[in-house]
C-alpha cells in the first residue's frame, strides 16, 4: 500500500491515465469529477471514489485536496470492478491522514503496521454513494452524453439530440434506452443534479435550484435525494 497526500490546483485536469494498483481517491477538501469510458462519477468532500486496477480515467480536480492510497489488488479481492463513490468516515479520515507519514520504502513498525491493517479493514467496509451516470459505449451517444456533462443546459433536449444523432427522437429515445436502460431526457435530468454538487459548495440549495431550472427548492431537494440517496444539503459544505 502506498498513501499519498496531494494539493491540486483550481480546475486542474488530471489527463487520462490509469494504474496498475488500486486507488482509493479521497477528497478531503473540495471535489472531484471522475470519467471513465463507462461512466462519470463526481465525488464530494469527505467522500472518495474506488477505482480499479488498470481502468483508464481522467479526473477534474475543483479546488481539492487529496489522500490516495495505491493497493496492490491481492491485498483487496473485494475491490469493485467499475467505479464507486464511497462515504468516508471520521476514523477512515484520521487513519488517511496518519499512513501519509509512513515510508512504505522503509521498515514499516508495529504502530505503522497497525495502522495499515486499520485501513484495510475500514475499507471493507464502506457504503457506497450513487453519485454517478453510466455512459453509453455505442457513438453517437457517447458523444452526446459527454458533451452534455462538460454544459449541462436545461434547453437542450430530445429534439436537438435527434439532430446531432441524424435519426428520429423515437429511434434515439429507444437506442439510447436500449444502451443503458434510462432514456435521455432521465439521463440529462440526473446529468445535471451531479452538475449541483461543485454548486453547492458556494451557493445554496435554493440558488443551485433556481439554476437548474426547478421551480421550488423541495422540488430540487427531492429529485436530488431520490436520484442520489442523499440530501443537497448535505453536500452544501
Not at 497526500?5 to 496498475?20: F, G, Q
Not at 481539492?64 to 470492478?81: F, G, K, M, Q, R
Request: with cysteine.
Amino acid at each position: 500500500m502506498l498513501p499519498i497526500a496531494t494539493v491540486y490546483p483550481p480546475d486542474h485536469l488530471l489527463i487520462w491515465h490509469e494504474h496498475r494498483r488500486a486507488q482509493f481517491l479521497c477528497a478531503a477538501t473540495g471535489t472531484m469529477q471522475v470519467e471513465t469510458d463507462e461512466g462519470a462519477w463526481t465525488v464530494p468532500t469527505e467522500r472518495a471514489v474506488l477505482i480499479p486496477p488498470h481502468t483508464r480515467h481522467q479526473v477534474q480536480m475543483l479546488g481539492v485536496e487529496t489522500n490516495s492510497l495505491y493497493i496492490d489488488p491481492a491485498a483487496v479481492p473485494e475491490w469493485p470492478n467499475a467505479c464507486r463513490v464511497v462515504e468516508v468516515g471520521a476514523l477512515l479520515h484520521e487513519l488517511l491522514r496518519t499512513a501519509v507519514d509512513i515510508d512504505p520504502r522503509g521498515e514499516i513498525g508495529e504502530r505503522d503496521s497497525t495502522v495499515l491493517t486499520l485501513i484495510l479493514h475500514e475499507l471493507s467496509r464502506l457504503a457506497e454513494v450513487p453519485l454517478h451516470v453510466p455512459i453509453p459505449p455505442e457513438e453517437p451517444f457517447g458523444r452526446l452524453c459527454r458533451q452534455y456533462l462538460a454544459v449541462p443546459d436545461l434547453a437542450v433536449g430530445n429534439s436537438q439530440w435527434a439532430r446531432e444523432a441524424g435519426m428520429s427522437e423515437r429511434t434515439l429515445t429507444r437506442k439510447f434506452r436500449d444502451e443503458i436502460g434510462m432514456s435521455p431526457a432521465a439521463w440529462r435530468s440526473r446529468a445535471r443534479l451531479l452538475a449541483a454538487i461543485p454548486l453547492l459548495r458556494h451557493q445554496s440549495v435554493t440558488d443551485v435550484a433556481a439554476r437548474l431550472g426547478y421551480a421550488t427548492p423541495a422540488a430540487f431537494s427531492y429529485a436530488f435525494t431520490r436520484a442520489f440517496h442523499v440530501a443537497p444539503s448535505r453536500l452544501s459544505r
